[in-house]
């Protein structure tokens, strides 16, 4: 008995086949991780700007409250062991208003904070881990 000789070379071609598909699987897995990753990386800086403008917000809450400072634009940064928010950047903005209400004046404090990290711009000084946050809050002291 002779070999059929039109069978020859058939293993071959679905050996490549077999090699070519899993080699795309595997590449989209990587990049389906990479995606996941900077996903969630994006996602710890977006918590991370978000607590930076409520901090900002509380800083200027109380500054406004106890002694009614309360400047239209202000620029904080964070500074000393707390890593984590070192690199934002907090622009406060602040607007006063007096209400008379009875017999009594209450001092009403409009506060925006912009907490910002990365660049923001067009073209080439673009940063694409830029993320922000903004928050608005109205406080006023409680009527004597």
Known sequence: MRPDRSQKGFSLLTAIFLLVVVAGLVGYMVSLAVVQ????????????????????????????????????????????????????????????????????????????ALAESGSYAQGGLASPDYVARRLRMTVSAPPP
Request: hydrophobic share 45%; proline share 1%.
């Open 37 to 112: 990753h900077s996903t969630q990386a994006m996602a710890v800086q977006g918590a991370r700007a978000l607590q930076a403008a409520r901090s900002g917000l509380d800083y200027a809450a109380r500054r406004a409250l106890e002694s009614g400072i309360c400047p239209a634009s202000e620029m904080l940064s964070f500074a000393g062991d707390e890593a984590a928010l070192r690199a934002f950047r907090v622009t406060l903005q602040c607007s006063a208003s007096t209400h008379v209400e009875a017999d009594s004046t209450v001092n009403v404090y409009r506060i925006t």
